[in-house]
């Protein structure tokens, strides 16, 4: 199993994962779903920290911006699982802001529920 397979996994089953301030993962679920899981958790536990390091700060980017949709939030991440450019893109903060600030409702919006089928 991959780490994005983990985190589809994890979505699928209602299971959160995130990183605590001292940088381990943490989880918030049904018991059952988390005891299946922890074996890949801890197989692949360094890149799924790198990952939840990238996507926190995508988080945060998009909250900058003020959007509150968790539907795009959840589209975006799905997206820049898939898409390094788009990663790089939502990431990166003086891009980021010269591509999608005022924008991500409109043209973004559309493109990304079309490609993600939200």
Request: aromatic residues 6%.
């Amino acid at each position: 199993m991959t780490p994005y397979s983990i985190l589809n996994l994890t979505k699928s089953k209602r299971v959160v994962l995130y990183l605590s301030s001292d940088e381990k993962i943490r989880y918030k679920g049904e018991k059952k779903d988390i005891q299946k899981l922890i074996p890949y958790l801890k197989e692949h536990r360094g890149e799924l920290i790198r990952i939840l390091k990238d996507e926190t700060v995508i988080l945060q980017n998009l909250a900058d911006i003020g959007e509150t949709d968790q539907i795009i939030i959840d589209s975006v991440l799905d997206k820049c699982r898939l898409d390094r450019d788009a990663k790089q893109i939502f990431m990166d903060r003086n891009t980021f802001d010269f591509t999608l600030k005022g924008c991500i409702n409109d043209k973004t919006r559309k493109s990304l529920e079309q490609s993600t089928g939200y």
